[in-house]
């Protein structure tokens, strides 16, 4: 809790209009016993609510508005040129196969949150770029 708070402290709301985050949770449900015993350890300890909580909280007390954005795809999807396939995401690095665009993979989501915010729309299916390579080769 006292990691979230200091988190949370850190942040310059003065240029904040909108803040994006993921909807992680159902992050752990149907998940338990199939991953490794340290990870599901890891998700026992999972804070998301409380998390998600304080993180409203100071957003109403800045005037900051809070949404929530499906994470689906956002790591495998270029944020450039809409191209998503699972062979972007190269562990942290996110390289586009189809345009060559190259970020950290993270910064790249955000990115794709991003857009889903200025769209208007809950997940990057809804956006009239996304092209996947199942929708491309199907």
Not at 77 to 106: I, L, P
Request: proline share 1%; charged share 25%.
């Amino acid at each position: 809790q006292s990691l979230v708070g200091k988190a949370l402290k850190a942040i310059d709301w003065l240029n904040v209009k909108v803040l994006a985050i993921e909807n992680l949770k159902s992050v752990k449900s149907g998940k338990r016993w199939t991953f490794s015993r340290v990870l599901n350890r890891r998700l026992s300890h999972w804070a998301y609510a409380l998390i998600r909580e304080r993180l409203q909280q100071d957003c109403e007390e800045h005037g900051v508005r809070l949404v929530v954005k499906n994470p689906a795809y956002t790591s495998q999807t270029c944020a450039v040129c809409g191209w998503c396939e699972r062979a972007n995401r190269q562990s942290d690095r996110f390289v586009c196969k189809r345009c060559g665009h190259t970020n950290q993979a993270d910064r790249n989501a955000a990115k794709n949150l991003e857009h889903l915010v200025m769209a208007g729309v809950y997940g990057l299916r809804s956006l009239p770029n996304f092209t996947s390579v199942a929708k491309a080769t199907g």
